[in-house]
């Protein structure tokens, strides 16, 4: 389905589950997952299947970015964490208007998740009933190092730099016609030692579908990110903390940051995972994600 956001932009959704319980009332729960920067919505597509294979009736909602996958190419002032938020409540208004939500967010969506509660605080007191921050951060990202040496990084920084301002860049309308290209820097960055072959043939495909534009449009709101304050949104209902020991974007020291913001969170490092859980470990995090929604489908029906 198509979602229009606040600013008239059009965004590829979809909308997988029952949409009834099997008493015959709405669906308990709706549960929303945004991915990350670079990717899309087909990176949540096994976990989707998961949840609503597992019998509990509830609604999973999946959507692309603006700038990404299917949804419309956007402006690039508009490529903030911010809009971002902004997009999300739209999104919830237009396919989720009622009932409990559990917010799965990935790398810049686990990033949205807390714009979301700093710029929409009235909604998420209101409705949200679980949160799952995968493989994300609260902030820092400016210092990150990816693993490498001061000087291996600042290579890497100069690479970047000179590959944003390449002849055509903004014109091109993928990073690559040949996925198999970026295979091995994909591996490298996102995936952990023992990515299967799935995990590592859906990364690369959907990089190489990303717009240039996309991928240099959202790095500096990316570096800008600073969103301790807004964890504290989260503090009342059950929040879920996933990260690979492998992940070189977002460390499992951004994690522990985010746990140290809310010590009641659940904390979980999967061994030998990189940057890409939602691929790499569909059923640790579905399982995760479910015991999220049943909580909240309990808490519904006592209610």
């Known amino acids: 389905m ?14 997988t589950g ?46 692309d970015h603006r700038g990404h996958g299917r949804s419309d190419t956007a402006d690039p002032s508009t490529l903030t964490i911010e809009q971002l938020a902004d997009d999300l409540a739209a999104l919830i208004e237009q396919v989720a208007p009622d009932g409990p939500l559990v917010l799965g967010g990935h790398s810049m969506g686990g990033m949205t998740v807390m714009a979301l509660a700093e710029r929409h605080p009235e909604l998420v007191a209101a409705r949200l009933a679980g949160v799952a921050l995968v493989a994300t951060a609260s ?6 190092t990816f693993g490498l040496r001061p000087a291996q990084l600042e290579l890497f920084r100069r690479a970047e730099r000179r590959m944003y301002a390449s002849r055509g860049w903004d014109t091109r309308r993928a990073l690559s016609r040949h996925p198999w ?29 990303c717009r240039p534009s996309t991928v240099s449009g959202f790095r500096p709101t990316l570096e800008a990110h600073e969103r301790d304050a ?74």
Do not use: N
Not at 3 to 8: F, W
Not at 23 to 46: I, K
Not at 139 to 144: E, S, W, Y
Not at 272 to 279: I, K, R, S, T
């Open 139 to 144: 902030g820092g990202l400016a210092d990150a």
């Open 181 to 209: 290209l970026l295979r091995p820097g994909m591996k490298w960055l996102l995936l952990g030692s023992d990515a299967d072959a799935r995990a590592v043939r859906l990364t690369t495909k959907v990089v190489a579908e």
């Open 18 to 63: 029952a949409a009834r319980g099997s008493s015959g009332t709405e669906a308990p729960v709706t549960v929303v997952l945004a991915h990350g920067w670079t990717l899309d919505s087909r990176c949540w597509e096994p976990v989707a299947d998961s949840l609503v294979g597992a019998g509990l009736p509830v609604r999973v909602v999946r959507y």
């Open 2 to 15: 198509r979602v229009r956001s606040a600013d008239g932009l059009e965004l590829h959704a979809e909308v």
């Open 230 to 303: 807004a964890l504290a949104a989260f503090a009342q209902v059950p929040v879920e903390i996933m990260v690979g020991s492998e992940d070189r974007l977002t460390p499992s020291s951004f994690s522990r940051r985010i746990r140290k913001a809310l010590p009641d969170a659940s904390l979980t490092i999967f061994p030998e995972a990189g940057h890409m859980l939602p691929v790499e470990r569909v059923a640790g995090v579905s399982a995760r994600l479910h015991a999220l929604a049943r909580t909240a489908a309990t808490r519904s029906s006592a209610a």
